[in-house]
């Protein structure tokens, strides 16, 4: 899927210049403060956040052909709205805060994020999306949301982790109504099984594993998939 990406690259880089130097210096700015960070983002937040939202994500270029003719085809077929965004497309979405639903914003995003690991490497990038995304009320950012919700970095438990980054499909407001706590607590579970799910094959191969060290206090393993009952 890589190389799908090489004539997209070219064709960003000849008709998006402008566009790319006003993101690249966003994005520079942004992994520059990132990795300027006294406490790393866990290991663990950035599997969670591959099984979830961008599971081929050490083999595609920047954008998901498969994922897009999916939504594409469940669209048409079932008029179901589906997300085919790559972690590499919600960084430039996030960093050019343009969120508009349109077929023309939705391509120039597509370009620029096969340029995106010309400034961060590729095994970084979750970790910087993790840092820069929004999760609810007063929750821009990684930092902002483990305050706000009482989170240790260095002392996660599988099940914060999951919250946490549940809140990227179904950011917190400041009073969460019933409805949405529920989204949450079922996003939690799913992220949940897709980890123990994914931890059996090579997804999580190109993590950087030593960038950081965490603890999990949830206990041993339950036995099965994970009730979403709340």
């Given at each position: 899927m890589?190389?799908?990406?090489?004539?997209?690259?070219?064709?960003?880089?000849?008709?998006?210049?402008?566009?790319?130097?006003?993101?690249?210096?966003?994005?520079?700015?942004s992994?520059?403060?990132?990795?300027?960070?006294?406490?790393?983002?866990?290991?663990?937040?950035?599997?969670?956040?591959?099984?979830?939202?961008?599971h081929?994500?050490?083999?595609?270029?920047?954008f998901?052909?498969?994922?897009?003719?999916?939504?594409?085809?469940?669209?048409?077929v079932?008029?179901?709205?589906?997300g085919?965004?790559?972690?590499?497309?919600?960084?430039?979405?996030?960093?050019?805060?343009?969120?508009?639903?349109?077929?023309?914003?939705?391509?120039?995003?597509?370009f620029?994020?096969?340029?995106?690991?010309?400034?961060?490497?590729?095994?970084?990038?979750?970790?910087?999306?993790?840092?820069?995304?929004?999760?609810?009320?007063?929750?821009?950012?990684?930092?902002?949301?483990?305050?706000?919700?009482?989170?240790?970095?260095?002392?996660?438990?599988?099940?914060?982790a999951?919250?946490?980054?549940?809140?990227?499909?179904?950011?917190?407001?400041k009073?969460?109504?019933?409805?949405r706590?529920?989204?949450?607590?079922?996003?939690s579970?799913?992220?949940?099984?897709?980890?123990?799910?994914?931890?059996?094959?090579?997804?999580y191969?190109?993590?950087?594993?030593?960038?950081?060290?965490?603890?999990?206090?949830?206990?041993?393993?339950?036995?099965?998939?994970?009730?979403?009952?709340?």
């Amino acid at each position: 899927m890589k190389i799908i990406a090489i004539p997209i690259r070219f064709i960003a880089q000849c008709i998006l210049r402008k566009e790319w130097q006003s993101l690249s210096v966003a994005l520079r700015h942004s992994y520059a403060r990132y990795s300027q960070r006294s406490e790393h983002i866990p290991v663990l937040l950035h599997k969670l956040l591959i099984s979830g939202e961008d599971h081929r994500f050490f083999r595609h270029g920047g954008f998901d052909p498969i994922a897009i003719l999916r939504a594409v085809w469940r669209n048409v077929v079932f008029n179901k709205r589906e997300g085919a965004s790559t972690i590499e497309q919600q960084i430039v979405r996030v960093l050019t805060g343009n969120f508009e639903r349109t077929i023309p914003r939705k391509i120039k995003e597509i370009f620029l994020a096969t340029l995106v690991s010309d400034i961060v490497p590729k095994c970084l990038l979750p970790g910087l999306y993790l840092d820069i995304a929004y999760y609810g009320w007063r929750m821009n950012g990684f930092h902002q949301a483990c305050l706000r919700l009482r989170m240790k970095p260095s002392r996660f438990t599988l099940n914060e982790a999951a919250s946490l980054v549940a809140r990227l499909k179904y950011p917190e407001p400041k009073q969460p109504p019933l409805s949405r706590r529920k989204q949450i607590r079922r996003r939690s579970v799913h992220l949940i099984n897709l980890y123990y799910k994914h931890s059996l094959t090579n997804i999580y191969n190109g993590i950087q594993n030593n960038a950081t060290v965490y603890v999990i206090k949830a206990g041993a393993r339950p036995q099965g998939r994970l009730s979403t009952a709340i």
